[in-house]
């Protein structure tokens, strides 16, 4: 069993070969530090499963959203992007002048621990998206630091 599959049995996902697919495309991406369009996440299923469909791979990434074996990543401009939750907790810097989006290690500590145990409120995970200009971007003539 590899450990796609136990992860998947594990949060009582029904394996499908997509799956596993869409969920290798996640693996290696996080390794690469890369966050996937649905696109990319299909174009490179492909690359596996050689046919499937684009629908397929969305109903994919929702499931596998649901069950918390992957996350939306949601940036201030352009589409959601997805990634995979195995491994250690991150925050995301997304740099406004070239789009790129770079992991941010360290633990997904909230501002306000104190308010959110008063309300109650059971926290699974919190994002927390850094937004500006990277080093790059901010060294180009011409182009505003912040």
């Known amino acids: 069993m590899t450990g796609a599959e136990a992860r998947l049995r594990r949060a009582g996902v029904r394996v499908t070969p997509q799956r596993l697919?869409?969920?290798?495309?996640?693996?290696?991406?996080r390794g690469e530090g890369a966050h996937l369009l649905a696109t990319e996440v299909a174009d490179r299923s492909r690359e596996i499963l050689g046919r499937v469909a684009t629908q397929t791979v969305y109903?994919?990434?929702?499931?596998?959203?649901a069950a918390g074996l992957v996350r939306r990543v949601a940036l201030p401009e352009g589409?959601?992007?997805?990634?995979?939750?195995?491994?250690?907790d991150?925050?995301?810097?997304?740099?406004?002048?070239?789009?790129?989006?770079?992991?941010?290690?360290?633990?997904q500590a909230s501002a306000h621990p104190d308010l959110i145990e008063r309300s109650g409120f059971d926290?699974?995970?919190?994002?927390?998206?850094?937004?500006?200009?990277?080093?790059?971007?901010?060294?180009?003539p011409g182009r505003p630091s912040a």
Not at 21 to 29: D, F, H, K, Y
Not at 79 to 88: A, K, L, M, Y
Not at 90 to 107: A, D, S, V
Not at 124 to 140: D, K, L, N, P, S
């Open 21 to 29: 697919a869409v969920m290798a495309v996640l693996e290696r991406a």
């Open 59 to 65: 109903d994919c990434l929702d499931a596998l959203v």
């Open 79 to 88: 589409p959601v992007r997805f990634e995979s939750t195995s491994g250690p």
């Open 90 to 107: 991150h925050h995301h810097l997304f740099c406004t002048g070239c789009g790129r989006i770079m992991n941010l290690p360290g633990p």
């Open 123 to 140: 926290v699974g995970y919190a994002e927390t998206v850094h937004v500006g200009r990277c080093r790059v971007c901010r060294q180009q």
